[in-house]
Nanobody, 123 residues
Framework: VQLQASGGGSVQAGGSLRLSCAASGRTFSSYAMSWFRQAPGREREFVAGINWRGSSTYYADSVKGRFTISRDNAKNTVYLQMNSVKPEDTAVYYC?????????????????WGQGTLVTVSS
């Protein structure tokens, strides 16, 4: 599948933002989908993931309780709702898909990547 991320922008600390990732291709519903992020000078890290059915979600400790990942297989779209954002959430956010259907935090297990969308949180 091909992925297109959108929804990034500038937001003040404590605010909210919703990222979207639109997929093309008939096999989207079989993919596990995740969001990763990469801050300047840092390695790309796992943020959140959802299995192919949408029945299981996973979060990095740093975003647990603040971010929510969801998907709409009818619309071929996965979302990341970001609430109570902090300056340390500033990064380029990437959506990624794994044809294995299982969420893992390992970058190499994902075979489809979106282009990234920048989120900037000001204090």
């Amino acid at each position: 599948v091909q992925l297109q991320a959108s929804g990034g922008g500038s937001v003040q600390a404590g605010g909210s933002l919703r990222l979207s990732c639109a997929a093309s291709g008939r096999t989207f519903s079989s993919y596990a989908m995740s969001w990763f992020r990469q801050a300047p000078g840092r390695e790309r890290e796992f943020v959140a993931g959802i299995n192919w059915r949408g029945s299981s979600t996973y979060y990095a400790d740093s975003v647990k309780g603040r971010f929510t990942i969801s998907r709409d297989n009818a619309k071929n779209t996965v979302y990341l709702q970001m609430n109570s954002v902090k300056p340390e959430d500033t990064a380029v956010y990437y959506c990624a898909g794994s044809s294995a259907g299982i969420v893992v935090a390992t970058i190499s297990r994902y075979n489809s990547w979106g282009q990234g969308t920048l989120v900037t949180v000001s204090s």
